[in-house]
């Protein structure tokens, strides 16, 4: 079995999850990596302290797009509290596969941008 | 390693160099001078390095040079009245002399000897820049530049209130010679453009651009850090004022480089980075400068480097420069007719006509992100570089996020190309 490129990343890569503009969402940002132009942008909605719907949108690499679709899978429905609270080791324990260094930066895209759009809900996306 | 490796003087026999066979060189016998091209990779495949635009392997008459220079007579230059002082400051003076000569200046005087080609550049916006460029004053650029030949650019007409313009590129990344024609009429101060595409591989015409801008009144500095090590470099034949190159991608070690400018230009210009080395008289209030280059030369240098810089210099000039490019070229042709043929829907970027192209060849393949490529290239031991290669706009302009790039040096095989068109056929299956 491949160490990296495992069925459920490509699966993961090729059909992303929640992947598409969320209408209603009331929290947003752009999170770019200016070394390998991948580019996420996540949309919330966020309602009675939890995250009620999730959207993302963007290209980027394969590691980038899985762990944006496995985060976004796992964030619905969480307390915003709890989302602001994951660390790279929950996205890296989410993905389950071993990334080397140069790569961490695909991986971690989308939680930053997840924890970007929370804490600076209402700005316009692509500040970087 | 059973082939020599000492480099000897281009007009000595070269057919008597096994490296040479009827003129041409045989890059399989060239690879016997990099050690580094003998070792596996951690998952035991050979090394097959194309990544050779970011920065070149060394052949073992550098890394001697370093060495010898480290273990043997390591001192400061310009200052020891001892043995191993003087022998320093005379094998720094010596590549000095090497490397004049690698790209035909005048007057080794005229070399100053820099960290890299974007320590070249930002010397000459700083030092010349302020003094020479002011409010409302133009400076033209190129599409394709390098961020190494554009920021400094952006800060210096930030500061002194000047404009950018850009020659645009065609979409297969030729310069708009037409558009330049136009630009010019606006009477620039400076143009400034790359000689080699370090993304396209696109070999620019310096020498009618320089007397273009010439003839238009304006200076010419040229980034030659993609040329230096793929195509002969006459200075005094292209015509130009400044030419700015790093050593690490012809073949020498990393912190060595040059910066050529014609000797009234280093003279006329305010000195950059100042402290010990770059002075004559120093008093409490007031100092006077020392000659050129020295003057630009502040500070001890990377002396190992340098002198293995002077070592790369003569390497080439011993394979003959003109081999060289002629070994790239019929490299890139064999290149991209391989990628054509094998995968027929790669994304190929860039002039097709290998005869204005260096070996850099950036591709895509069709849904699968360059990061993902490299990745898997990297596990068949095949280094490629992912990325925006520092030219986004660049990137912009041809509407691509990022792009996987395979590039030569004098060490590239047919086998490397080989390796590369099975690698890519891995990814896609991969990914199918």
């Known amino acids: 079995m491949d160490d990296l490129y495992r069925d459920y990343i490509l699966e993961h890569y090729r059909r992303p999850h929640n992947f598409g503009v969320l209408d209603d969402a009331n929290a947003q940002f752009e999170g770019a990596n200016p070394l390998c ?51 790279s080791a929950d996205v890296l324990d989410m993905l389950g ?6 790569r961490l930066k695909c991986a971690l895209l989308s939680l930053e941008t997840m924890q970007h759009a929370l804490t600076e809900d209402h700005t316009p996306a692509g500040h970087q | 390693m059973t082939v020599e490796t000492t480099t000897r003087p281009h007009s000595e026999a070269p057919d008597a160099d096994p490296r040479i066979r009827d003129g041409r060189l045989v890059p399989e016998v060239v690879r ?51 043995e191993i002082g003087e022998r320093a400051t005379a ?16 007057d080794s005087h005229e070399i100053v000897f820099v960290r890299n080609a974007t320590e070249a550049i930002n010397l000459v916006a ?44 065609t979409d297969d990344g030729v310069l708009r010679q037409d558009v330049y024609e136009v630009l010019l009429r606006l009477k620039p101060k400076l143009v400034a453009f790359t000689h080699v595409s370090n993304t396209l591989g696109t070999i620019n015409p310096v020498a009618e651009m320089t007397a273009m801008a010439h003839a ?8 030659g850090a993609q040329a230096v090590p793929h195509v002969p470099v006459d200075v005094q034949a292209i015509g130009a004022d400044f030419y700015a190159f790093s050593g690490h991608k012809m073949l020498g070690p990393t912190g060595s480089g040059a910066l050529w400018a014609r000797r009234e230009l280093l003279e006329a210009m305010p000195p950059f980075l100042a402290g010990g080395e770059m002075i004559r008289e120093v008093h409490l209030r007031r100092s006077t400068w020392n000659s050129i280059p020295w003057k630009f030369e502040a500070g001890t240098p990377d002396i190992a480097a340098e002198i293995g810089l002077g070592a790369a210099a003569e390497y080439l000039l011993a394979l003959g420069m003109g081999r060289v490019r002629e070994h790239e070229q019929e490299l890139l042709t064999y290149a991209l007719v391989a990628l054509q043929r094998e995968h027929p829907d790669l994304d190929l970027y860039g002039p097709m006509d290998a005869g204005i192209r260096s070996g ?11 990061h993902d490529v490299a990745q898997v290239l990297d596990r068949e031991g095949i280094a490629v570089r992912a990325g925006h290669h520092c030219t986004m706009p660049l990137h912009e302009r041809l509407d691509l996020a990022a792009t996987a790039r395979a590039s030569f040096n004098v060490y590239t095989t047919r086998a490397d190309v080989d390796a590369l068109v099975a690698g890519i056929g891995e990814v896609k299956r991969l990914f199918a």
Request: hydrophobic share 40%.
């Open chain 1, 37 to 87: 132009g991948d580019r996420i942008t996540m949309q919330l909605r966020v309602s009675g302290g939890k995250i009620a719907g999730v959207g993302f949108t963007g290209r980027g690499c394969a590691i980038s797009q899985a762990s944006a679709s496995l985060l976004t899978d796992e964030i619905k429905g969480k307390a915003v509290d709890e989302a602001e609270h994951m660390t």
């Open chain 1, 97 to 102: 596969i071993e990334i080397s260094p140069a």
């Open chain 2, 32 to 82: 016997e001078d990099f050690p580094i091209l003998h070792t596996k990779t951690s998952k035991g495949k050979p090394l097959v390095y194309l990544d050779s635009a970011s920065s070149s392997q060394k052949p073992q008459v550098v890394i001697d040079a370093v060495d010898t220079f480290n273990s043997t007579y390591n001192a400061n230059v310009h200052r020891g009245i001892y």
């Open chain 2, 91 to 106: 094998a720094y003076e010596a590549a000095r002399d090497s490397v004049a000569r690698f790209i035909n200046a005048p």
């Open chain 2, 126 to 169: 700083y030092s010349w820049g302020r003094k020479n460029i002011h409010r409302g004053d133009q400076i033209v650029l190129t599409e394709m530049e390098h961020h190494a030949n554009l920021v400094p650019w952006q800060l210096l007409v930030q500061e002194q209130d000047g404009d950018l313009e850009f020659i645009p590129i």
């Open chain 2, 216 to 223: 238009a009144g304006a200076l010419v500095l040229i980034d």
């Open chain 2, 360 to 370: 850099v060849i950036p591709f895509n393949v069709r849904g699968v992100h360059p």
